[in-house]
Structure formats: C-alpha cells, structure tokens
C-alpha cells in the first residue's frame, strides 16, 4: 500500500508534537519561531497534498480511504489553518507562556478532521471525531483570565460528549444490524430491498441527531452560540469554520458510503432539519447586537444551507456543498479576521465597536463587507454560486419549497449583514486613529478577499474540483 | 444448568447496575453519586464478564472503576465546601425536571420498542481469542485510529494540566 | 433465556438515565458521571453485540476499548474546565453560569 498518502496527517501530527517541544523547551515564553515552524510546516503539507491530489488509495480493508473527497476536505482543513494562524498573531500574544500549546493544539484539532474526512470505518470517524472534539474543548477555554471562556468550555464539552454519547448509541446499533463497521461492508449489508429493520432505523435516528448537534442544527443547536462567544476570537473562526466542514465530511461519509440504501428514511428528516435550521439561525441572528454572536447565529444559518445541498442527495447538491464548505472558509475567516483585529484594538466585539471603521481602516471595512455580502449569497460573490448549486440540487431532487425558504431567508439575512456594513460606513466615529493591521494578518485578509471575488467571478475550477471530489450514493 | 447461572447472574448485574445508576441521578449529594458511581462501573464490568469479554471487564474496572472514579472523587472533594446534603441538587426549573424525565422514558421505550421488534439472528463462526484478536485489530487495520487515540490521550494530559494549572501558575 | 435483547434492553434503560441526569441536574460533574452512564450503555451494546451477532471477530470489543479510551480523556479534560470554572466562579452549577445568554 502507497503509506505516503498517509503523510499529511503524520506530517501534522507531528508537527504538533515537535512544536509542543519547542515550546517546553524555550521557557517561559514561547520562541517566535513557533508561529513560523507552524505556518510554514502547514503550507509545505497544503502544497503536498494539491500536488498529490489525484492519487488515491483506500487503506487497511477499508477503513481508512485517500480519496479526492478526503483530499479536497485535507485542502480544506489546512487553509482554514492556515489562515486562522496567519490573523491571530495579535490576538494570540494574550495566551502568553502557553502560546505554544495553543498552536499544538490546532494542530492536532487538524490532524483529527483530517482522519474524519478520511475515515471508511465508523471505529476511525468517531477516534478522529473526538480528537478534533476535545482539542476544541481546551482551546475554547483557553483564556484562562476570562470567565466566559471557561463556560464556553464547559458548555462545549457537555453538548459534545453528550452528543458523542447518543452518535455512538446509534452507532451501535447500526453495528448490530450490519455485523461490521466499515462503510463499505455496512452498505452491502442493509442494502437488502427488504424494509429497513426498526433497529437501524433507531440507529440512523441517533445518528442524525448526534450529527446535527455537531454541525450546530436547530433544535440542536442550545448553547452554540454561547461556546462562539464565549471563546477566543481564533478559536471560533476555526470552530465555526473547519469544525463545522469537517462535521459535514463524516456526515457525508456516514449517510452516503454507509446508508445510501437508506436514503427514503433520512432524506425528508435532513430536509426539515435544514430549513427549521435556516429559519431559526437567520431569525435569532437578527436580532443580534454583537458581532461576535451575529456571527455565531450567521454560521448556523449557513449549516443550514449545507445541509439542503445533503437533502437533495444529488450530484448538483452533493458538489454545491463541498463547493459552499470551501468558499465559506474564505468568507468566514475574512470576516471574523476583521473581527480578531478589531477586539485587539478596541477590546469590545459589540456592534459599536465598528462605528467608523470605515474611515479608520478602509481596508478592514471592504474586506468585511465583501466578506459579509458573500454570506449573505449576492452576487457576484463567492456565495451566489454556492448558493445556486445548493438551490438548484434541491429543486432537482424536488424540493421547490426548501429552495423557496432558503432563497427568502438568505435575503433576510442581507439585513443584519448589513447592519454591520452600516455600522461601519455611517455610524458614528468616536475613535479615529487608524488600526494598526500585522502583515500576516494582511496577507490573510487579501487571500480571504482575493479568493471570495475569485470564486464568485469565476466559479469554473473550484467547481469542477468539488464535483470530482462529491460523494455520491 | 450453567444457562440459569448465567440468566440470574445477568439478572442480578442488571438489576445492580440500573439501580446504582439510578442512585446517580436521584441523589441528592454528590459523594453519594460519585459511590453509586463506582458501583455502576462495577457493574457493568460484571455484565462483561458474562458476555466472555474478561479483558474488556478488567479494562473497565481499572479504567472506569479505577482511574475515572478517583479522578471523579478527586473533583468532588476539590470543589466541595458547601453542606454536602445539598451539593447535587436537581436543576432549578420543575420545567426541566419533568421534561427531562418524560423524554427519559419516552426515549426508553422507543429506543426498546426498536430492540424488541427487531428479529435478531444470532451470528456465527468461530470466536478468536479475544486479547490476541484485539492486537491483531489495533496495530493492524485500526492502526490510525489507535495513534489518533495515543495523540487524543496526549493532549488530553497537556489540556488537563494547562486548564487546570491557571493563570498564574508556575 | 438471556439473549442479545436483554443486555441492548438493559443499555438502553442505563442510556436513557444518563440522559436523564444531562438534562435534569444542574452540578457540572453530576453531569459529566450522567454522559459517563451513556457511555458506558454504549459499550455494554458493543460488547453484547460482538458476543451474540458478530462472534467471528472482536470489532465491538475494539470499539469499546476506543470509547473507554476517550472517555477517560474526556473526563480528565472536563474536570480541569470544572476546576478553571470554579477558580473564578465558586460553583459548579451550570444554572448559575449565565454571563452568556440567549
């Protein structure tokens, strides 16, 4: 078997343990050469896996796969990385001696949802699963000083041990009713014409449920919002980011390679799933005053979104969610970059804290509004041709009216997107020096903007990769 | 004779378990939990054991019986200052409580509804050794797994360790 | 006779009190022994299952062995958060924790 397919998540791993060395060894603080040896190790493993993105191999009987759908989630995963390492310099200096666990950390959070994205074995999903889970509880209580920190710690790993408990529940039942746990062997083994027994059917219920607390779905949603505010900055762009494609990448797994025989029993539940979760996020996100939070509701929105694109089970839908996961990297931590780099300067995340962006920091502000346009889908952004593909799947595979309600509430949800724009063109400016923005950080922000007006503009290559890479069932 | 060995010892195990795990929740102070706890664990390593599955049975009681109740333990006696009758009061909202009890049992019964309507075949073959199956497993086919589970314990310690530390611990 | 039913009836009893005890107890670490009770329904699931339907291997007993694993991570990272909660707070209830609301 070719092991060096396997080398982007050894690499990773490993550079999360030779970078908690480096910090051990270079007591109290941590050597700034932490930051680069992680920057860059994570550029060298993104360049590796583009270059060896058409190879593919499927690993140990199963159940572990290199496939494109794993390779384009790896991509995915390591520039969302890359980029929340790149804006939260600034931010990050507050973590002080533990500065270089907390890049250790993210690291091995990325280590775990690249064995998520690869897993053809429900025993690899759930181990990568709650390597990627845990790291997140420690980081989401990584601002030791900060009481709301601590909770947003706490309040995460309840919900997802919790969660865990009723995916594996479910787990195990679908293991007593297929006698295996590789994907493969469970398809072949349930996809018998007969009905499904009631025992699978239980399966397949826990299962959906532990997944769409994970993706953070209305009404499984409690308390996600709290664990987005309540965390560092940078630990919620990539919560709210990489954790949420790489929830979407073992759910498309599970129900696709594992339960595609089953797909008349889920299909109806994702669908309401989807649009109670696209209603609920955009209707609560209104009504939001904090950035931070509004954020936080937004994201649950767009999970919404993502799961049309699984409802409608088809090409056009499988692809415009692989499609949406990566353009909402770009989105999303372009804005919340902006967010980062305005708590820094004025210590607030409230929708005040914005007043007069727009003549303080042009730069900030247009990025941020293209960002925030592109999440709300108009065009000609990067969201506009995701939500298109989405939209489209889901009036192909009959689902006019999720089409509907997701086309009327992405316009709701242009007006609290805008009210962040408004904040920062004409609300009034009581600060006006100028914010002072670190060249990483610089060079993240271009990359966010560069890439949302590029996909919007030309959405051809991205999407002919995301429809090699769609699992289909 | 040795089936209705088996059946009473299930019984008896079954019986232990649910009620410590029951004691867990009712009551009302939390080293009488964190006891009930242990004897919960205890419990279904029993059950294990009357499943063939001895490793898994010592696993869990140095595991869960051992380690995780001290740490438990540990906790409790950390944090615990107040009168211990009222250190583990159920949630402040009756709302809460009755809604959580309802769709405790309404979840039993659907959940058991589905076991008992479905018809189980007893599978077949020949059973391998448990111990030398389970290192077959680990270090061959689940090999990734198993080193995502190494890292996981890892950075569970250095989490630990860091949160529990503080601000200004040296 | 005792069959693969009785031991995923008894799981599911020992599941739905641990859920129980999520939802109605508010003591952070009477709620982490709840999701322990879960868990460990779980595993009794996995480790009947592998002795009744699926003798030929040891892929449940695997799984429980991964659970067990990552449930003592779980808790050992729970209990710090708990103690860090507790430094600043002095109390463990989640009911009192509201500085984040709805």
């Known amino acids: 078997m070719p092991y060096g397919l396997l080398a982007p998540e050894i690499a990773v791993t490993s550079l999360g343990l030779v970078v908690l060395g480096v910090g051990l060894l270079s007591r109290p603080r941590p050597h700034p050469a932490v930051r680069v040896l992680a920057v860059s190790g994570l550029a060298l493993v993104l360049c590796w896996v583009a270059l060896t993105f058409t190879r593919q191999a499927s690993f140990f009987g199963g159940v572990y796969q290199v496939d494109s759908f794993a390779s384009f989630f790896r991509l995915l995963f390591l520039s969302a990385a890359l980029l929340v390492l790149l804006m939260s310099g600034r931010y990050a200096a507050r973590f002080g001696p533990r500065l270089a666990e907390w890049y250790a950390f993210l690291l091995f959070a990325t280590a775990g949802m690249m064995v998520m994205a690869g897993s053809g074995d429900l025993i690899a999903l759930y181990v990568g699963l709650e390597l990627m889970t845990v790291s997140f509880y420690v980081l989401s209580g990584y601002l030791l000083a900060d009481a709301r920190s601590a909770e947003a710690g706490l309040k995460y790993l309840v919900l997802g041990a919790l969660s865990s408990a009723v995916m594996l529940f479910g787990m195990s039942l679908v293991f007593a009713t297929a006698r295996s746990t590789v994907f493969t062997a469970i398809a072949a083994a349930v996809a018998a014409p007969a009905p499904s027994p009631p025992a699978l059917l239980a399966g397949i219920a826990l299962l959906a449920a532990g997944f769409a607390f994970k993706v953070a779905a209305v009404p499984f949603h409690m308390w996600a919002p709290d664990i987005y505010q309540g965390a560092p900055t940078p630990v919620t762009a990539y919560l709210a980011v990489a954790s949420k494609a790489a929830a979407f990448a073992a759910l498309l797994r599970v129900f696709l390679a594992a339960l595609p025989g089953q797909l008349p029993d889920w299909q109806p539940v994702v669908a309401l799933l989807a649009a109670v979760t696209i209603v609920a996020g955009n209707l609560i996100a209104l009504a939001q005053t904090d950035v931070k939070r509004l954020l936080a509701y937004s994201s649950i929105a767009q999970a919404g979104y993502l799961l049309v694109g699984l409802s409608a089970a088809n090409p056009y839908g499988l692809r415009g969610v692989l499609f949406y996961a990566m353009l909402y990297v770009f989105a999303n931590v372009g804005a919340f970059a902006v967010l980062t780099l305005v708590e820094v300067d004025t210590g607030g995340t409230g929708l005040d804290s914005f007043n007069g962006l727009g003549q303080r920091a042009p730069m900030l502000a247009m990025v941020m509004t293209v960002c925030l346009l592109s999440l709300a889908g108009i065009p000609p952004l990067a969201g506009f041709a995701g939500k298109f593909y989405l939209f489209a799947g889901a009036v192909q595979a009959g689902y006019l009216w999720l089409a509907f309600v997701g086309l009327l509430m992405s316009m709701v949800s242009v007006y609290y997107y805008l009210s962040v724009a408004k904040a920062m063109y004409i609300g009034p400016a009581e600060r006006t020096a100028p914010v002072t923005v670190p060249s990483p950080a610089r060079l993240c922000l271009w990359v966010c903007l560069a890439a949302t007006l590029a996909i919007g503009i030309y959405p051809g290559p991205l999407s002919a990769l995301a429809q090699v890479s769609a699992l289909l069932p | 004779m040795t089936l209705t060995l088996h059946d009473a010892t299930f019984a008896l195990l079954a019986l232990l378990t649910l009620g410590a795990a029951l004691g867990v929740v009712l009551a009302r102070n939390i080293v009488h939990s964190a006891f009930l706890l242990v004897l919960t664990f205890l419990g279904v390593a029993g059950l294990f054991l009357t499943l063939d599955a001895g490793f898994l049975g010592l696993v869990q009681v140095l595991v869960y019986g051992g380690a995780i109740s001290v740490l438990v333990v540990f906790a409790v006696m950390l944090l615990m200052s107040e009168q211990a009758g009222q250190t583990n009061p159920p949630g402040a909202s009756r709302f809460t409580r009755w809604a959580g009890g309802v769709g405790a049992v309404a979840l039993a019964l659907a959940l058991g509804a589905a076991v008992c309507t479905t018809a189980w075949e007893p599978g077949s073959g020949p059973r391998p050794e448990a111990v030398a199956e389970l290192a077959r497993l680990m270090l061959g086919d689940y090999v990734v797994p198993f080193e995502a589970a190494a890292v996981l314990l890892l950075l569970a310690v250095v989490g630990a360790i860091i949160l529990a530390k503080g601000e200004d611990g040296r | ?102």
């Not at chain 3, 699926?54 to 695997?62: C, E, H, M, S, V």
């Not at chain 3, 659970?67 to 710090?80: F, K, M, P, Y």
């Not at chain 3, 103690?83 to 709805?102: A, C, E, G, P, T």
Request: glycine letters at 6%; a positive charge.
């Open chain 3, 1 to 102: 006779m005792i069959g693969i039913s009785h031991y995923l009836l008894v799981a599911t009893a020992l599941f739905a009190i641990g859920a129980f005890g999520v939802v109605a107890k508010r003591n952070a670490i009477a709620i982490l022994m709840s999701i322990e009770l879960m868990l460990n329904a779980v595993n009794i699931n996995f480790v009947a299952i592998d002795r009744y339907l699926a003798p030929g291997g040891a892929l449940g007993q695997l799984f429980a062995v991964f659970v067990i694993a990552v449930a003592a991570a779980e808790v050992s990272v729970g209990l710090a958060l708990v103690i860090s909660i507790y430094r600043q707070r002095r109390s463990v209830n989640l009911d009192d924790f509201n500085l984040l609301k709805w």
